[in-house]
Nanobody
């Protein structure tokens, strides 16, 4: 059974930074971060495969950094230069198919954490 527990997040001002963590139990390959703002569909933020190849959505490229530490069964999302439009519930996910990893498609990921709220004020 795969379990994911996200932590971190919180509130920040525009231009600030926050870091999300996710501990993964029972899975060690493709991992990803997704987010969902109120009234919007869930969207891909970043994915990272077993070879530690990162992929980012255009909206966060150059500002966010995804990483993993397999010795700690953990994944991280360092979020810099935050903007109000980054406000959302952030979810960590595991088990993505190759298409899910490449295209950051939420429907291609079977395992999900509980979410961590990120709020960015102007």
């Amino acid at each position: 059974q795969v379990q994911l527990v996200a932590s971190g997040g919180g509130s920040a001002q525009s231009g600030g930074s926050l870091r999300l963590s996710c501990v993964i139990d029972g899975y060690t390959s493709n991992l990803g971060w997704f987010r969902q703002a109120p009234g919007k569909e869930r969207e891909g933020v970043a994915t990272i495969d077993k070879a530690e190849t990162p992929r980012y959505s255009d909206s966060v490229k150059g500002r966010f950094i995804i990483s993993r530490d397999d010795a700690k069964s953990a994944m991280y999302l360092q979020m810099n230069s935050l903007r109000p439009e980054d406000t959302a519930m952030y979810y960590c996910a595991a088990g993505g198919s190759p298409v899910g990893v490449r295209d950051l498609r939420p429907d291609a990921w079977p395992y999900w954490g509980q979410g961590a709220q990120v709020t960015v004020s102007a």
